[in-house]
């Protein structure tokens, strides 16, 4: 799922290549991902793009006469820029907005079709989308610590859910937390103070340098290669390859449809998080650390 640099970077590029231009229509492929009935997406129409915002994992296109469409990408959208009218690709188009000079495009590469559109009247209804995070790049150190620690929550989930942080996900929570060097699994309301400043310093650091990579890489031009796995990642997406800090290899839990990839000298203490497929099949076989995996010439991660 596009996460806040990710998003940060559409919504830049949305405002320098469409801000100004009148969309003159929006072509449904996919009905079912137009999420509201009033107003009309029709009203939309010959409406001026006055720019792009995040708002959490949200793209908000602000639209003349205080109309807005609110998009959630969700795990597999994307947009893209074509010439305009491009076609919308029959098994993955949602739509496309067609604005003066080029066409932008809405995919969804599953069969599960998540990815939604709101039209929105007023700049008070997108209160309706907000769930009440703290904006990580804003937030104080003291505002961010009392948020995570409001409930008593593993930081792996506490970085990851919308009510506490605003626009992470899975892979930017594993970056942030290598780059803390704090467990997945430490429980929030056990972190002291220095642990909370240097996790509210990691979120920021790891956020902001992610975002101006993205920015270099796009360039001039738009995002058409927004994906949750990086070569220079540290850890998300590593699983078996060396730590870029301490050169033993990241591990993985895996859980739902999503994992967490850790560092196991850098983060816990040199003890394997167990997963709960591989160590139930395995039992009293599976190893409890990183030293004992490592001596264990049957066991390949």
């Not at 007023?122 to 409930?151: D, I, M, N, Y």
């Not at 929570?173 to 704090?182: C, T, V």
């Not at 997945?184 to 642990?195: H, I």
């Amino acid at each position: 799922m596009p996460e806040l640099p990710d998003v940060e970077v559409y919504c830049e590029r949305i405002t320098a290549l469409f801000g100004g231009q009148t969309l003159s229509r929006v072509r449904l492929s996919s009905p079912f991902v137009l999420r509201s009935v009033s107003p009309l997406l029709t009203e939309t129409h010959g409406k001026l793009l006055v720019g792009a915002r995040r708002l959490g994992k949200r793209i908000v296109l602000s639209l003349s006469d205080e109309l807005f469409l609110v998009i959630h990408l969700m795990i597999s959208g994307r947009l893209r820029q074509k010439e305009l009218g491009a076609i919308v690709p029959r098994k993955v188009g949602l739509l496309a907005f067609d604005f003066e000079t080029s066409s932008l495009l809405l995919t969804e590469a599953s069969s599960k079709k998540r990815a939604s559109l709101f039209v929105i009247r007023g700049e008070a209804q997108l209160s309706s989308f907000e769930r009440g995070g703290v904006e990580p790049l804003a937030v104080t150190s003291a505002a961010f610590a009392k948020a995570l620690t409001r409930e008593n929550r593993t930081l792996k989930r506490a970085l990851t859910d919308p009510r506490i942080v605003s626009g992470v996900g899975n892979a930017y929570s594993d970056e942030i937390l290598w780059s803390a060097g704090l467990s997945p699994t430490k429980r929030t309301q056990s972190m002291n103070q220095a642990e909370l400043s240097r996790l509210h310093k990691s979120t920021k650091t790891t956020l902001r340098e992610w975002t101006e990579r993205l920015r270099q890489q796009v360039g001039d031009g738009f995002p058409d290669k927004v994906t949750a796995f990086h070569e220079d990642m540290a850890v998300h997406g590593r699983f078996g390859k060396p730590c870029r800090r301490c050169n033993t290899k990241v591990q993985r839990v895996r859980f739902a449809d999503n994992e967490l990839n850790y560092c196991p000298r850098c983060q816990t203490d040199g003890k394997l998080l167990a997963d709960r497929g591989l160590s139930k099949l395995l039992g009293g076989d599976w190893p409890k650390t990183i030293h004992e995996l490592e001596e264990r010439a049957d066991f390949k991660p």
